[in-house]
């Protein structure tokens, strides 16, 4: 039973019969404890503390100020619930920042927030294989939550490092341009795993065309699954961000939709991408099918040039082998050398005929 399915197991045995807004971890064991970080900031200040109670993410109550409520691990149910009573998230909500198997998705919660799950695709160097984390966002008046699943590092460091540095146009925005430079993050680094899955299947091809074996075969299944789970990741976010850029909303101004438009265009092109390369895995296994039959032919041809220099000399040894007492040439006192001598002309001018048809 592969990794998928065992998960998928254990998701199905803890989630059936549970009722509606149970909240329940569902993912991976985390040996780590839960980071919450809180950062406020506009134009002109900046502050980050790590959050010791949830007490103290209190809203400012400055308008013109963006508080971004960064929780770095969802598997302490406890914490990810006060979160939840602190900012009247509504229970489903939470449900789904709680659950790691729960696909891409949006919601529209009144007014009041919008939801919206992402998956977080890296590629670890050590594992050679693509790893997904799971990253859930909340956008509100004034505000943005962020729940991601505990990794090795912080998939929006990034954005704090850029918001500390006073780069860019993100501490000079609202709420949704930092809802914006979230996602636009989380897309980005899919082209960077493309980039390492497309020097992967460049190594594959280039191995299988110069000597093609029987583990290829298995490393090809590797890879389109690995296809397959990038794009079980990105394929729901077209829908999302579709609806994102077409619905009006008091939470998302005007001007941000329009870059919310240009992730919707990296989502694009980043299926396309992904189809290009599920082509090129089926071209590749093509080749292998192709190459396996080229070498078989190529051991059946040797084998057959092998068969048709023999045929003839078995026949001659099966005539002279036949116990007949009025067989002249048995009695010959040269009659061994001729025929054996006959027999290496005869496969020397097989061969010189099977090589001028280059069949050898």
């Given at each position: 039973m592969s990794k998928h399915h065992k998960k998928y197991k254990k998701y199905v045995q803890k989630k059936v019969f549970t009722s509606p807004g149970t909240l329940e971890y569902v993912g991976k064991d985390v040996p780590i404890d839960t980071v919450v970080k809180l950062v406020e900031f506009n134009d002109e200040i900046y502050q980050q503390k790590i959050v010791k109670s949830i007490s103290e993410c209190q809203l400012s109550p400055i308008e013109t100020h963006v508080?971004?409520?960064?929780?770095?691990?969802?598997?302490?149910?406890?914490?990810v619930e006060e979160i939840g009573k602190h900012y009247h998230l509504h229970p489903l909500l939470l449900e789904d920042v709680l659950n790691t198997e729960q696909k891409p998705?949006?919601?529209?919660?009144?007014?009041?927030?919008?939801?919206?799950?992402?998956?977080?695709?890296?590629?670890?160097?050590?594992?050679?294989e693509v790893e997904t984390e799971h990253v859930a966002l909340?956008?509100?008046?004034?505000?943005?939550?962020?729940?991601?699943?505990?990794?090795?590092?912080?998939?929006?460091?990034?954005?704090?490092?850029?918001?500390?540095?006073?780069?860019?146009?993100?501490?000079?925005?609202?709420?949704?341009?930092?809802?914006?430079?979230?996602?636009d993050l989380v897309v980005d680094n899919y082209f960077v795993v493309l980039e390492k899955f497309s020097e992967k299947l460049e190594e594959l091809e280039i191995k299988i065309i110069e000597n093609p074996h029987r583990d290829d075969q298995t490393a090809l299944?590797?890879?389109?699954?690995?296809?397959?789970?990038?794009?079980k990741a990105v394929l729901p976010l077209?829908?999302?961000?579709?609806?994102?850029?077409?619905?009006?909303?008091?939470?998302?101004?005007p001007n941000t939709i329009i870059y919310l438009r240009d992730v919707y265009d990296h989502i694009l092109q980043?299926?396309?991408?992904?189809?290009?390369?599920?082509?090129?895995?089926?071209?590749?296994?093509?080749?292998?099918?192709?190459?396996?039959?080229?070498?078989?032919?190529?051991?059946?041809?040797?084998?057959?040039?092998?068969?048709?220099?023999?045929?003839?000399?078995?026949?001659?040894?099966?005539?002279?082998?036949?116990?007949?007492?009025?067989?002249?040439?048995?009695?010959?006192?040269?009659?061994?050398?001729?025929?054996?001598?006959?027999?290496?002309?005869?496969?020397?001018?097989?061969?010189?005929?099977?090589?001028?048809?280059?069949?050898?």
């Open positions: 508080n971004w409520l960064d929780v770095d691990g969802v598997h302490e149910v406890h914490i998705k949006l919601e529209h919660f009144g007014e009041q927030n919008i939801f919206v799950i992402m998956k977080m695709l890296q590629f670890n160097e050590a594992l050679n909340v956008l509100g008046k004034n505000y943005v939550v962020s729940f991601q699943e505990m990794h090795k590092s912080d998939v929006f460091a990034p954005i704090f490092a850029r918001l500390k540095a006073s780069v860019g146009k993100t501490r000079k925005g609202k709420a949704d341009y930092l809802f914006y430079s979230l996602c299944y590797e890879l389109r699954r690995e296809l397959m789970q990038i794009r077209r829908d999302i961000f579709g609806t994102l850029t077409r619905e009006s909303s008091e939470l998302i101004h980043t299926l396309e991408t992904i189809e290009s390369y599920r082509e090129m895995i089926e071209n590749i296994q093509n080749i292998y099918l192709t190459s396996l039959s080229n070498k078989m032919n190529s051991v059946m041809k040797t084998l057959t040039v092998f068969t048709a220099i023999f045929m003839p000399l078995t026949f001659i040894a099966g005539i002279y082998g036949m116990n007949f007492d009025n067989m002249p040439e048995l009695h010959h006192p040269n009659g061994y050398f001729y025929t054996l001598g006959s027999m290496i002309v005869i496969s020397i001018i097989l061969w010189i005929y099977f090589k001028w048809k280059k069949y050898v």
